[in-house]
C-alpha cells in the first residue's frame, strides 16, 4: 500500500478547527460511511492530540507537540507514521499525480458548472436548536446547488484543537478533480466557526463521483484520556514512502 492512499477526507472529520480545548474529551461516534458500512467508534480530543474517523473508516492522530501525523488503515491492518511536514509534500505530489484531466472534458459544460456552482453557495444558520448527547447544538447548513449539502450540528461549549493550515493542503491534494477541491476546502472553512461538530450529513457530487456520509455523537466523556489511546493496534504493519 502506498501512503498517499492514507492522506483522505482529513477536513471531513469530526474534528473541527477552533481554540485549544479546554479539557480532555472522548465521543463515542456512530458512522454511516461513503461505502454503506456501519460503525461505532470513539474519537479523542486533548490538547495536543486528537484521534479521529474518516468517512471511510481511516483513522488519523494528530500529535501538535511531536507535529506528527499517524493514519491506521483498519481494512488492511496498517499504518503510516510521520511529521506534518512530510504529509505537506507528499499532498504536492498527489495533486500532480492524481489530477482530473479536464483538458478532456467539454469547455462550454465544465464551465457551466463551475459558474453553477459558485453561484450556488449558500451557508445558513437554521435557527434549529436541539440537545445531541447532552449537549445543546444549533444546526448550520451549507449548500452548492446541486454539488453539495452539508448538515452540522455543531455543540459551542465544546471546542477541540487547531492543527494548522499545512493539514488543509493535503487534505485538499487528495480531491482528484477541482469542483471536488472547492467542495471540500467550503467544508474545511466552514468548520473554522466555533465548537464541536456532534452530528453531521453530507451529501456530494463533485465532476467525477458522488455519495453521502453521516455520523451522530452518542456520548460526550470527559475524563482524562489513557496513554494507551494514542498507540497504534498490536500487529498492524507500518508502511512507509
Not at 509534500?89 to 459544460?109: F, L
Not at 489513557?226 to 512507509?240: H, I, L
Amino acid at each position: 500500500m502506498r501512503t498517499p492512499r492514507f492522506l483522505v477526507l482529513i477536513a471531513l472529520l469530526a474534528c473541527a478547527f477552533a481554540r485549544p480545548a479546554a479539557a480532555d474529551l472522548t465521543l463515542i461516534t456512530r458512522y454511516t460511511l461513503v461505502d454503506g458500512d456501519t460503525l461505532t467508534r470513539a474519537n479523542y480530543y486533548t490538547r495536543s492530540r486528537v484521534r479521529v474517523t474518516s468517512p471511510d473508516g481511516k483513522e488519523f492522530m494528530f500529535n501538535n507537540s511531536g507535529d506528527s501525523v499517524t493514519v491506521i488503515d483498519h481494512k488492511t491492518m496498517s499504518y503510516w507514521i510521520g511529521p506534518r511536514s512530510l504529509a505537506d509534500s507528499v499532498a504536492s505530489k498527489i495533486m500532480a499525480q492524481n489530477a482530473v484531466d479536464v483538458s478532456a472534458m467539454d469547455p462550454v459544460e465544465y464551465g457551466n458548472k463551475i459558474e453553477e456552482f459558485n453561484r450556488s453557495i449558500k451557508v445558513s444558520d437554521t435557527g434549529k436548536r436541539k440537545k445531541i448527547a447532552g449537549y445543546p447544538c444549533n444546526l448550520w447548513t451549507l449548500d452548492a446547488g446541486k454539488f453539495l449539502h452539508n448538515d452540522r450540528w455543531i455543540a459551542r461549549s465544546l471546542v477541540v484543537p487547531n492543527y494548522g493550515p499545512e493539514m488543509q493542503k493535503a487534505v485538499l491534494a487528495t480531491i482528484k478533480d477541482p469542483l471536488g477541491r472547492q467542495l471540500m476546502r467550503m467544508l474545511i472553512d466552514m468548520r473554522t466557526k466555533e465548537g464541536l461538530v456532534l452530528q453531521g450529513f453530507t451529501n456530494f457530487q463533485t465532476l467525477g463521483r458522488s455519495g453521502t456520509f453521516s455520523f451522530e455523537t452518542i456520548k460526550v466523556i470527559t475524563k482524562p484520556i489513557s496513554k494507551d489511546v494514542w498507540t497504534v493496534p498490536a500487529g498492524y504493519k507500518q508502511v512507509t514512502l
